[in-house]
């Protein structure tokens, strides 16, 4: 008796020894204030970070945020279902959300915008509201097309070129929207023909130099030239060129599709009011109106909020068709799948 | 009596539970650790593969069994593996080779190791992107240099390079203390046997590093089967291997059956090179490393012209490493690599205001883990060696295991495992610290099994004969002269926290995250300077604790006991 | 403090080795040591003397039998709570503590007061001749001088009883000697109970009071240095005490313990046949070199005839190695005066200095 005694004594001192750091870690990290709002954001740092400051400066709320990819961002609140670490999901195209509907993730909410909005920007439930539209482009470096004399990409078919073999980036559908809607574009302006589609994603892969894992992520290398061109989310591709890289926009004469950035509050949400309060103001002109402030190049979908000159100026004459939420969140799986089995490994 | 070990008499049973409750209270913990973060998460990752909808299934792994490109993917691995191994380790030994024969001046002994150092202690990815600006279509070398076309980056070649370049270091620190440790005089007397110098090298030199070759192609071979973020960058689509496919599965579409299936796949090789290195490399090696050099004079084993040549060779490679790590540098003190060149250090502004979490969680998490890891390893290592107790084998063993599997296994057998109840640990600081701590306190437990081996276990007795308990003695004795081990314990579990992502990429969460992991960010964003900056941050942030740590080996080194050569041997 | 008395017990030990299988280092030893005496184990390696000594310290614990110290049976107290002074073959002095720490440590394990423990400290290194060392570290001291510490540091804490593993092993042979010597002087002023451990016959017989030969794990005999030596009890003492000569002999007669024997053809009256021994039965006398004398074969008489096959003059003693017939003897002779010497070749009579030589009874293999 005596002895277990004894090694229970040591085996919890010891076990103390250790707690101590260890409870010192978890006291590290406050616990989630009540003034603070947990967020998934797909919109990459540099553009999420000064809206969440805007929303400090209006309303006193902190935000507490990630950046995952559009997919890496669903598959955590999927996973995290039972037991929710975010309040919202911000950003990023709107088939994600719609993808996320059916495994029942968010909880549904109007915001006083939601009257406002045309029906394109938000879910008739109100699982999600739209914050920004977002169509893609053709990016292409503008000293790649002088090499090869080029004309700055106008069709689909152009892009099938032989100059451009092993020269485009452009987004991987397993972890990027902007993959997914850059497939659901192409069904689109093939009549949602799934056979001609594939059979054209099929003859531009050998152009493909290398499918990248974030939608942005082939900006870069267009930019430097490492690739010759690829296709793009327009913020992307403007911030490239903002950035001083040498890239020209050009729009497919068919149509290409855009995508509405939407917003949508997590089902079983620790902090759902604070959580409200960002949607309000994600989906009203109080943040799309900074948005040309920040030099960030969505549309806004408010219609309340004037396009920003320079931007509006470079869509002027370009054909761009939404993509049909209900459609592409219907079969976004199964066209990924797809597009895995049949164009990334032929 | 170095080879008996104490028959277990049946009668003993519990005895020494009873005798020391210090030792049996301490294995108890230890035991309760290993089973938490080492056992239960492997287990759970198993049941994932196996366990569908409450029966036993082996449609999981029929699946990725059959489909070509996972395959593809899993032969690919091997391949890239196999080819690191061998050209790394061809290089480490020319390295090796060159220093302990080479009759260099100090100086130059020292900068070589400095320039070596660096890919060991660098975040992924530098090595990596650095390639891809140099060999790209448009890379400075490629294209600006040679004018080259159409040249693609990705694929084996590069990824296989980058690798070689990233690890060779391993073959070189596992290496240059075996060719230290071989008699010259052995050589000598082949000589004056009348045997040529080549011959020499064929025949006395080769043979004796053989074991230490097999060792180091091992590692590297474990070392490239682990890796994920090179070929994340540079593998491209033609070229997919295992880690980074059952990352994206994972990540991208959050199968976690799928990533698990992918990742138990791997498990194959790696317990294979596991259990080689053990078993088998580790009883053939002829050259025993004490840490003292044998110590006379190397006499002229090596013809001037070869001797030149392999001073050229590793010169060579030195350069392209500090060339890739200046471009690293320039890229963060430019506006926009390759389109603005004008100096700036908005950069770096940039990670010490947005950035300032991850680089806080990074230090904190790396801090907690180093004191953590480094009393683990020391503890584990001297149970194991001085201490006698049921399953001391079987502890042994198991606390190796997060270490020797690759790090996406790791990463996402804990993911399984705590992201519900019963212990619900994702999203915490604790899961990324006990990750790092059983990832890499083994370092510690095999330099504290190293150093307790040339410690006679007399000192420990003579303690005891003179009444201290066991604990006593540990405190005052054994760990004392195990410092030098503390130290190397410290200072891995230190560079690791501060650079690994293959396995704490699946556990950063909204509370915290990590450097390395904000570095993949940026660089899967448009953000290359940030990326630049952030990983010179991390070198810089490396060196200073390594000098320190250095510094405070030294300070506590005991007169008398052995130095610790480096901070990244084994 | 009262010195104590040390028991072991029926003590056995086993190990399982890779080639051998299951092999006894100790086999139901017993042993008693008085309390103040100085009792060396002594054996060739292997016979399981250290196995013992480390059973007898706690070091292991034996599978059976049981070891009292001062009549309370410590068989599965811990090394440390024995209260024991171990001194290693290897000093065992801790590389990262200064000498007066290395001596310190057990007091400091004690919680002896700081003041207590310098003045002891000082008052024990004076005793083994190292005053002044204090702040020395172990790597700068001769090995002399660290054996001198560790035996410091094993007495400083008063032990019951003090256990010494092969101590002077790795000395050379002038120093050796000195200490042991030392070593034997100290035990005495601190009348400590002790227990030595060598391999050295010489050794043991200088330091010890009684000496217990160990064989194969098990002691095959107790005495004093001096009954070992005469009175050997086995062929194996006979030779590990000392060097002999076994020369097989014919009881002719057996009568009250003594008898006659014919050795080399030659009858002798010995003092002493083992008891079963009966006329006809061989056994086998125990002759010390220095108990044969050769005389020049003029003188020899009816002496066993021999042959001197070689010679060696070593100053105070003259070493010659006789042939007789079959038989190679050992003969040393201390009286040889100048030109006495016998050449090599030259026919010589053996002598034997009876009639207490030790007899043997016949070993079956």
């Given amino acids: ?346 | ?570 | 403090m009262e010195a104590v008395g040390v028991r072991v017990e029926g003590v056995s030990k086993r190990y399982s080795h890779k080639v051998k299988g299951e092999v006894y280092a100790a086999r139901d030893v017993t042993l008693d040591v008085r309390p103040g005496e100085f009792v060396t184990m002594l054996g060739p390696s292997g016979c399981g003397k250290t196995t013992t000594l480390r059973i007898i310290a706690g070091f292991e614990t034996p599978d059976a039998g049981r070891v009292v110290i001062g009549g309370r049976d410590v068989t599965h107290d811990l090394a440390n709570q024995r209260n024991i002074g171990f001194v290693f073959q290897n000093y065992a002095l801790f590389p990262h503590l200064s000498i007066g720490e290395n001596v310190a440590y057990g007091l400091r394990v004690r919680n002896v007061a700081a003041a207590e423990i310098e003045r002891r400290v000082r008052e024990v290194l004076a005793l083994v001749g190292l005053a002044g060392y204090e702040h020395q570290f172990s790597n700068q001291l001769s090995g002399g001088e660290q054996q001198r510490v560790a035996l410091a540091r094993a007495i400083v804490i008063r032990p019951q009883v003090l256990l010494f593993d092969e101590p002077l092993s790795n000395l050379d042979a002038k120093l050796r000697v000195a200490m042991r010597q030392e070593i034997r002087d100290l035990q005495r002023r601190l009348a400590i109970t002790t227990v030595y451990v060598t391999h050295d016959q010489e050794e043991a017989m200088a330091v010890s009071d009684r000496i217990a030969v160990m064989n194969q794990g098990s002691i095959v005999q107790e005495g004093s240095a001096d009954d070992l030596y005469y009175r050997p009890a086995s062929a194996f003492v006979a030779q590990f005490i000392g060097r002999v000569n076994l020369l097989p002999a014919r009881v002719e007669a057996a009568s009250g313990g003594g008898g006659e024997v014919t050795v080399l053809g030659h009858r002798l009256a010995v003092a002493a046949l083992p008891a079963a021994a009966r006329a006809g039965d061989t056994v086998r006398l125990v002759l010390r070199p220095e108990a044969i004398a050769v005389r020049p074969a003029q003188d020899a008489g009816t002496l066993p005839q021999g042959t001197v096959a070689g010679r060696m003059f070593l100053g105070e003693k003259v070493e010659y190695l006789v042939r007789c017939g079959e038989m190679a003897l050992q003969v040393v002779s201390y009286d040889a005066r100048p030109g006495d010497l016998l050449a090599e070749g030259a026919p010589v009579g053996v002598d034997f200095k009876g009639p207490d030589i030790p007899v043997l009874p016949e070993e079956r293999p």
């Fill in chain 1, 1 to 346: 008796m005596k002895i277990a005694q004894r090694l229970a004594g040591k085996a919890s001192r010891l076990l103390a020894i250790l707690a101590v750091p260890l409870a010192c870690l978890a006291a590290a990290f406050p616990a989630a204030a009540a003034d603070t709002v947990n967020v998934y954001s797909i919109w990459p740092e540099n553009w999420a970070r000064p809206m969440f400051q805007e929303f400090e400066k209006a309303t006193g709320i902190k935000v507490n945020f990630v950046r995952f990819s559009s997919g890496e961002a669903l598959a955590r609140v999927i996973a995290e279902k039972n037991n929710p670490r975010v309040d919202v999901l911000f950003g990023g195209p709107v088939e994600t959300h719609a993808a996320g509907i059916k495994e029942g993730i968010f909880e549904p909410y109007k915001p006083p915008s939601f009257a406002k909005l045309p029906a394109r920007f938000k879910h008739p439930d109100g699982q999600w509201v739209a914050i920004a539209d977002d169509p893609l482009v053709f990016m292409t470096n503008a000293k790649f097309l002088k090499e090869n004399n080029l004309q700055p990409p106008a069709s689909w078919n152009d892009l099938l070129h032989p100059a451009y073999k092993n020269m485009l980036q452009m987004a991987d559908a397993r972890t990027s929207g902007t993959a997914v809607t850059r497939i659901f574009s192409v069904l689109e302006v093939n009549g949602r023909d799934e056979a001609k589609a594939f059979e054209y994603m099929r003859k531009l892969r050998p152009n493909i130099q290398l499918y990248t894992k974030s939608g942005g992520g082939g900006t870069l290398p267009v930019g430097l030239g490492q690739a010759g061109g690829g296709i793009f989310f327009i913020v992307d591709a403007l911030d490239t060129k903002a950035k001083g890289y040498d890239v020209v926009i050009s729009f497919p004469k068919e149509g290409i599709g855009t995508a509405a950035e939407a917003i949508a509050l997590i089902k079983g949400a620790k902090n759902p009011e604070l959580g409200r309060k960002l949607i309000d103001w994600a989906s009203s002109p109080a943040m799309q109106n900074t948005l040309a402030k920040h030099k960030i190049n969505f549309l806004p979908a408010h219609p309340d909020v004037a396009v920003e000159p320079g931007l509006a100026a470079v869509i002027k004459d370009a054909k761009i068709f939404p993509i049909d939420a209900d459609y592409a969140g219907a079969n976004r799986k199964r066209m990924v799948e797809r597009w895995i089995a049949e164009v990334l490994n032929p």
């Fill in chain 2, 1 to 570: 009596m170095a080879s008996v070990a104490p028959a277990a008499g049946p009668a003993r049973g519990l005895a020494w539970a009873r005798q020391d409750p210090a030792l049996s209270a301490t294995v108890l913990v230890l035991w309760l650790l290993l089973g938490l973060f080492v056992v239960f998460p492997l287990a759970m990752l198993t049941a994932r593969v196996f366990w569908d909808g409450g029966h036993f299934s082996v449609a999981g792994i029929g699946a990725i069994l059959t489909d070509r490109h996972q395959v593809q993917a899993f032969w690919n691995s091997l391949l890239l593996a196999t080819l690191v191994g061998l050209l790394g380790t061809l290089v480490g030994f020319v390295f090796a080779f060159t220093v302990a024969r080479g009759g260099l001046p100090r100086w130059v002994v020292t900068a070589i190791d400095g320039a070596v150092l660096l890919p060991l202690i660098s975040p992924p990815f530098t090595t990596a992107i650095a390639m891809v600006f140099s060999f790209g279509p448009r890379g400075l070398i490629t294209y600006e240099l040679l004018g080259l076309k159409g040249v693609t980056v990705y694929g084996m070649t590069s990824t296989l390079f980058s690798e070689a370049l990233t690890y060779f270091p391993i073959a070189y620190l596992a290496l240059r203390p075996i060719l230290a440790a071989i008699d010259s005089n052995i050589e000598g007397m082949a000589m004056s046997l009348g045997a040529s110098r080549m011959r020499v090298f064929r025949t006395v030199t080769l043979p004796l590093c053989i074991p230490g070759l097999a060792n180091s192609f091992l590692l590297l071979f474990a070392a490239s089967l682990a890796d994920f973020a090179t070929p994340l960058i540079l593998a491209g689509n033609a070229f997919p291997v295992l880690p980074t496919q059952a990352f994206l599965q994972i990540t991208g579409m959050f199968d976690l059956r799928g990533g698990a299936v992918l990742s138990l796949v791997l498990l194959v090789p790696a317990v294979a090179v596991f259990v080689l290195q053990r078993y088998w490399v580790s009883q053939r090696f002829y050259v025993t490393v004490t840490g003292k050099g044998a110590g006379q004079q190397p006499f002229e084993s090596v013809a001037p012209w070869v001797r030149w040549a392999l001073v050229g060779a590793c010169l060579a490679v030195t350069i392209v490493i500090v060339y890739l790590y200046a471009l690293l540098l320039y890229a963060s003190l430019v506006m926009a690599f390759g389109a603005n060149h004008a100096f700036t250090l908005r950069h770096y502004g940039v990670i010490f205001t947005e950035g300032l979490k991850a680089i806080k969680d990074t230090l904190l998490i790396a801090g907690f883990s180093m004191p953590l890891g480094g009393l683990y390893g020391v503890l584990l290592g001297y149970l194991v060696v001085r201490k006698v107790f049921p399953g001391r084998r079987t502890m042994e063993v198991v606390s190796m295991v997060n270490y020797a599997l690759p790090g996406t296994i790791v990463g996402i057998a804990y993911l399984i495992a705590f992201n519900d109840p019963p212990v619900e640990l994702a999203g915490t600081a604790l899961v990324i610290v006990a990750c790092y701590v059983f990832r890499y306190g083994p370092t510690g437990i095999r330099t504290t099994i190293a150093l307790l081996q040339q410690i006679d276990r007399s000192l420990e007795e003579a303690s005891q004969s003179l009444g201290a308990a066991s604990g006593t003695t540990f405190r005052r004795v054994t760990l004392p002269l195990i410092l030098p081990a503390f130290f190397a314990g410290l200072g891995v579990v230190f560079i690791r926290s501060m650079t690994a992502i293959s396995a704490t990429i699946f556990l950063v969460s909204i509370s915290w995250t990590l450097i390395t992991v904000k570095i993949l960010e940026n660089m899967t964003e448009l953000s290359l300077g940030p990326a630049a900056a952030f990983s010179v941050l991390v070198i810089v942030i490396v060196f200073v604790v390594i000098g320190a740590i250095s510094w405070g080996l030294r300070f506590f080194r005991a007169p008398g006991s052995e130095p610790v050569t480096s901070l990244l041997g084994g």
